[in-house]
């Protein structure tokens, strides 16, 4: 007889499956339609852009990125029932924005008290000061701004100005920043007026500054009205250099402003002139590839505030790779001591007394020369 060995009865039971690690919710609050589109809509295709990228390698820690983008369209009161709805129900570990300081304001304490990392892409330094444990911001500092904007004003021979702003957020904080700073800086502010932020025609305030025989003007706001000072300076006869702050990052408001806009001048980070950085500089890399990565994608130049977006996922990720895990208090922990991280607008140095993280030298001053962004004096 041929021996035949015993066969082993076959196991039915199915292997446990292997579940897919729990991605990373991450909110975001942007005013991707209305009248701070030019803000929110490349802070929008910014993230997804960036998240896809992550993801597509490997994700963090090996959890992939999930994204809920919300429109606020630039209002406060959508942005307070976004986050508290991203906040109760989403579950999210952080929300990255408001595009805009009002509406970051308004959702500070929300994120606060709901112990949510809030990583914003607006300007105005009352976000982060006082400093809020869970609160951070990515766009350099208003008075950084203004000093960059003052020093540049002395060099020029500049010393007596007329200042105006919008009534939001940004504006406020902004016109309080130059005035806190003007006289240490040796700058007379011979007139400050402030103009409705939905303002279309801005003639009647700059008439009124005309009357004051100042040197300069320093336009502290965002669109739409940003666009039009240096028109309405020209149908005035208002001949004097015009200043922006940093919120003119856009090339769109360039465009808008048309050929009365060549000349303005005003401090930005380095993204918008990435093209002539010396290769040796620690920023030019990242900036290139951004730029490059955005502009092939969307077939539109970039901004600075898509970078200010860009910078916030970026210093959420490397806050959750430092906690080595994503639990909210120690990856908010993680993010306040992070050094040395090159973003598009600066290298971020954060500590628990600054959740900025940037100083005065994430600046360069710019202007526009023949309808382009270029170096000041160069």
Partial sequence: MNGCSKSKPVSTKQPTPVTPKETIKVGAVLSITGPASFLGAPESKTLEMFADKINQSGGVLGHKIELIIKDTGGKPENAVSMTKQLIDENKVLAILGPSTSGETMAIKTICQEGKTILLSCAAAEDIVNPVASFVFKTPQKDSDAARWIFKTMKDKGITKVGVISSNDGFGMAGAKQLAALAPDSGITIAISEVYDKQATDLTDILTKLKGKDIQAVINWSIVP???????????????????????????????????????????????????????????????????????????????????????????????????????????????????????????????????????LDAFEMLTVKDGKFAIYGK
């Fill in 225 to 359: 009205a940003q666009s039009l000072v240096a028109k309405n300076m020209k149908q005035v006869g208002l001949e004097v250099p015009l200043f922006q702050s940093h919120g003119f990052g856009n090339i769109k408001y360039v465009q808008a402003g048309g050929e009365a806009a060549n000349g303005t001048i005003f401090p930005a980070g380095r993204l918008l002139v990435a093209d002539v950085l010396p290769n040796n500089h620690p920023q030019k890399k990242l900036l290139l590839e951004y730029k490059n990565e955005y502009e092939e994608k969307y077939k539109e130049d970039v901004s600075t505030f898509g970078g200010h977006a860009y910078d916030a996922l970026l210093i959420l990720v490397e806050g959750i790779k430092k906690a080595k895990n994503t639990e909210p208090e120690a990856v908010r922990s993680a993010i306040e001591t992070l050094q040395g991280v090159v973003g598009t607008a600066g290298i971020f140095n954060l500590s628990a007394q600054d959740h900025n993280g940037l100083t």
